[in-house]
């Protein structure tokens, strides 16, 4: 499995950023995705993440009504659509294809992971 983010870049804080994620070899609708971030100095966390159909979602507390996850099975696609950004969302952000096909907030439930995409935002 191959995972292709981008969409990062420099933002304005309460600007909007869309991330995409595309997938290659594998089914892509048959198993759930993420995205984790890395802030400078800080762990990897997770972001948000979504199963399979796209029917069950999950947020962590401080994108919550900010960020949306989505996905696309026809298009093998995975967009996480970041509105309201804080400085505090500047992170290198990954996409992650989970082992199974619902959602996961723990890293371990992910098998495959993208090359990480750089979010900068300005205060």
């Known amino acids: 499995v191959q995972l292709q983010a981008s969409g990062g870049g420099l933002v304005q804080a309460g600007g909007s950023l869309r991330l995409s994620c595309a997938a290659s070899g594998r089914t892509f609708s048959s198993y759930g995705m993420g995205w984790f971030r890395q802030g400078p100095g800080k762990e990897r966390e997770f972001v948000a993440a979504?199963?399979?159909?796209?029917?069950?979602?999950r947020y962590t507390g401080s994108v919550k009504g900010r960020f949306t996850i989505s996905r696309d099975n026809a298009k093998n696609t995975v967009l996480l659509q970041m509105n309201s950004l804080t400085a505090e969302d500047t992170a290198v952000y990954y996409c992650?294809?989970?082992?199974?096909?619902?959602?996961?907030?723990?890293?371990?439930?992910?098998?495959?992971w993208g090359q990480g995409t750089q979010v900068t935002v300005s205060s």
């Open positions: 992650a294809a989970a082992c199974s096909s619902g959602w996961n907030a723990q890293e371990y439930g992910y098998c495959y």
């Open positions: 979504i199963n399979w159909n796209g029917g069950s979602t």
